[in-house]
């Protein structure tokens, strides 16, 4: 069964100060690996897609990045805009369906 | 730009009410899907449709069905409203399984609360 597991669960960042979201994941064979952003009380916005191994794809102040156990959301010089939830999810050879993780809840405070 | 749309963003239902959440999708998308997001619980699949009048159950189906007559719409049916259904239901659609572009867009949500 797939698995994905984020962490940390939460994160309260100073404006400015970089980190990085962890999503591991265990499939019998990666077919995707996607990245959300959601709001309070809004629904997932897609972030990005990565396919295989070493592949990174940017979007202003964010960078996801794949191994073949994990990807990594990295979050430079984070704005209080950037505070949300952020969703991982991974989608398995021969399934139609998304396993989501539970999400990392970053606060950017000013 | 994918738009999908839900009926409601907020709605306040009786126990033993017959519940429909409508969502749209204007993107010709093959495929439909229906989650439900509880703290603590992440996203959960409830039912997901591939083709017109195709459904498949998802990993929690109990007490709910699901309708797809049009390729652009997909409905959620709560046959009889229960307090452990208040939660937090989404909307999502994407291109067929066989696509490698398979991201989901989702839809702004319904806030469901069963009295």
């Known amino acids: 069964e797939d698995q994905v597991t984020q962490s940390p669960e939460a994160l309260r960042l100073q404006e400015g100060e970089s980190s990085s979201l962890n999503c591991s994941y265990t499939v019998s064979g990666l077919r995707g690996l996607f990245w959300y952003r959601q709001d309070p009380g809004k629904g997932p916005e897609f972030l990005f897609t990565l396919y295989s191994a070493g592949e990174e794809k940017e979007k202003e102040r964010l960078k996801a990045t794949l191994t073949k156990k994990e990807s990594f959301l990295h979050i430079t010089a984070p704005k209080p805009e950037d505070s949300a939830t952020y969703l991982c999810?991974?989608?398995?050879?021969?399934?139609?369906?998304?396993?989501f993780g539970k999400g990392n809840q970053v606060v950017v405070i000013p | 730009d994918v738009k999908v749309t839900q009926s409601s963003r907020y709605l306040v239902k009786r126990t033993g009410e017959k519940v429909f959440l409508e969502c749209v999708q204007d993107m010709d998308h093959e495929n439909m899907f229906w989650y439900r997001q509880d703290p603590g619980l992440g996203l959960r699949l409830i039912y997901f449709?591939?083709?017109?009048?195709?459904?498949e159950k998802g990993d929690i189906p109990e007490g709910y069905s699901v309708s797809r007559e049009k390729k652009e719409r997909f409905s959620l049916i709560l046959e009889s409203a229960s307090t452990n259904q208040t939660s937090m239901y989404l909307c999502a659609s994407s291109l067929p399984s066989r696509v490698p572009s398979y991201e989901q867009y989702f839809g702004p949500g319904t806030r469901l609360t069963v009295t």
């Open positions: 999810a991974v989608r398995d050879y021969g399934n139609n369906r998304l396993a």
């Open positions: 449709s591939y083709d017109v009048k195709m459904k």
